[in-house]
């Protein structure tokens, strides 16, 4: 997730007084109704001297009970993942759009983005480096409930005459709730859908383009440089716009084959900068594990102590991997299969590839670096301030080994914001169909409308309304997860018939026949 993160925002509408003068009067009526919207969705729990959203209680509970109830997923899963994505129990003829490895890069584009920068930097100025420890762990955890999520995802989908396919959420929450009763099972559905859409076309969207022109004016002379006017960031829009309509026009095919290129190569650069900096200290890596670990249980000066440093760690994961929200299995739902849970065992790499190997990958750098701007957010943190940006943070680090880091910061910024971009067209597409039907018409007007608010993203900065945006796709994880829970021992009886087949070598021999006949045809 990418949002909850100090990260500046462009400014350009300073230079343009009717353009400031309308993004002031929309921020200024957002204002009132985002700040009461965001304190019901973010309601503080205070134990002791430290205080966090329930939300985030909710999202932790329940990766917990996942976690206990299917035994464990996180360690049997992963080989039955693995073998999944390679194939091996596939043929040509499943139903859906994607294979398995397009639809976890498409899942997986719409998480691993600016959280896993920023957020990481912003959690070790807040909980210290032991902050990374409990974000480990809250990944971990988070394993369990991308499994349940997006299992359900595929199971109840609906694959269209034409081939298509609309899962995820907007289809097994209708029948999770439908004990409730048909008209509440509509609304909470509902609810969800609405909140999708508005996350997915401000925060998924705006917000994306807003921080991809940011950091591209900022390494090419700032304000004073030649993207430092307003007509430049029209035009920076503008071609955003046609790069992100090249690829969503096509559907999830397209985005697929896209995110499946895109995906290994971002996450290729920044993991590659990131052991740079580590195996060119490679002598103080015990010295940093120690310190994660060390500040985990014993942490110094954090407010709350050792609960203080888990909270901060477990709220930054939820922040940043999505587990729950219920956004990651409307692209897995595409996937080309005949047994839901397959999906389900894919899905299980989305937080240990976001949240365990790229946060720990950027803590690990950020704690060998040893800059200077990050025992300075932790004293301005400590001493009442602001939370540092995160951003900075963690470029800072890098530039301690890596001068010119900025600059491929500012290249993975550009491609992790593009992927989210095209990812989040797919979920609102979905949530616009839900709450207006299908077809072509409306297909065409939910582009267009997310077209130019890419544009504005560039433009203008909107910031009221993308807070809000961030509390309303916190509102999916309460019903989403609510519909879940009313669904665990359909999902359970999937996994049981699948594990069970694939020890007696059925699916196995099922993948083969399949192609064997359609080889003969």
Not at 80 to 105: I, M, W
Not at 321 to 331: F, K, M, R
Request: aromatic residues 12%.
């Amino acid at each position: 997730m990418h949002i909850h993160t100090a990260l500046p925002m462009a400014t350009v509408t300073e230079d343009v007084g009717w353009l400031a003068a309308i993004d002031e009067a929309i921020n200024n009526a957002f204002a009132r109704p985002t700040e009461i919207f965001s304190s019901i969705v973010f309601f503080p729990i205070t134990i002791g001297d430290v205080s966090f959203p329930a939300v985030v209680a909710w999202l932790i509970l329940a990766g917990i009970i996942f976690t206990i109830y299917f035994g464990v997923p996180q360690l049997r899963g992963l080989k039955v993942g693995y073998e999944v994505v390679r194939g091996r129990y596939s043929a040509k003829d499943d139903p859906g759009e994607v294979p398995h490895f397009q639809a976890l890069t498409s899942a997986l584009s719409g998480t691993v983005g600016l959280g896993n920068i920023a957020g990481v930097g912003a959690a070790m100025a807040l909980g210290g480096p032991g902050a990374t420890f409990w974000m480990i762990c809250a990944g971990l955890i988070g394993m369990a409930t991308k499994f349940a999520e997006c299992t359900l995802g595929v199971k109840y989908r609906e694959v269209h005459e034409d081939g298509t396919v609309s899962g995820g959420p907007f289809k097994y929450l209708p029948i999770a709730f439908q004990k409730l009763g048909r008209i509440p099972a509509k609304i909470l559905t509902g609810i969800f859908a609405v909140a999708i859409l508005i996350f997915g076309i401000a925060g998924g969207n705006m917000f994306q383009a807003n921080q991809t022109f940011a950091q591209v004016q900022n390494v090419t002379g700032g304000a004073d440089g030649f993207l430092g006017s307003a007509g430049a960031a029209l035009i920076f829009g503008l071609v955003l716009a046609f790069f992100v309509a090249i690829v969503i026009l096509g559907g999830i095919k397209s985005i697929g084959a896209t995110t499946s290129r895109l995906v290994p190569a971002m996450g290729g650069i920044y993991v590659l900068a990131c052991l740079f900096v580590i195996i060119a200290n490679i002598d103080q890596v015990p010295g940093a594990f120690g310190a994660i670990i060390t500040g985990a249980f014993n942490p110094q000066g954090i407010a709350g102590g050792i609960l203080g440093v888990l909270i901060v760690g477990f709220q930054r994961a939820s922040f940043s991997n999505e587990a729950g929200v219920g956004s990651a299995a409307i692209a897995h739902s595409a996937v080309k299969t005949r047994r839901p849970v397959s999906e389900g065992f894919v899905a299980l790499f989305e937080p240990l590839v976001d949240t365990v190997l790229i946060c720990t990958m950027t803590a690990l750098a950020i704690v060998i670096a040893g800059a200077p701007s990050l025992q300075a957010g932790i004293d301005q943190v400590q001493s009442g301030g602001d939370t540092p940006d995160g951003v900075i943070l963690t470029s800072d680090a890098f530039a301690t080994v890596l001068p010119w880091f900025p600059i491929v910061l500012a290249i993975a910024v550009v491609l992790f914001a593009y992927s989210t971009l095209i990812t989040w067209s797919y979920y609102g597409l979905k949530a616009w169909e839900f709450l207006f039907g299908r077809g072509k018409t409306a297909e065409i007007t939910y582009k267009i409308v997310f077209l130019f608010f890419t544009v504005a993203g560039c433009v203008l900065t909107f910031s009221q309304v993308i807070s809000f945006a961030d509390a309303a796709l916190f509102v999916c994880a309460f019903v989403n997860l609510l519909g879940v829970y009313f669904l665990l021992p359909v999902i359970k009886r999937e996994m049981r018939e699948y594990l069970a087949d694939r020890k007696s070598g059925k699916l196995l021999i099922l993948g083969i026949e399949k192609d064997e006949l359609r080889a003969e045809k």
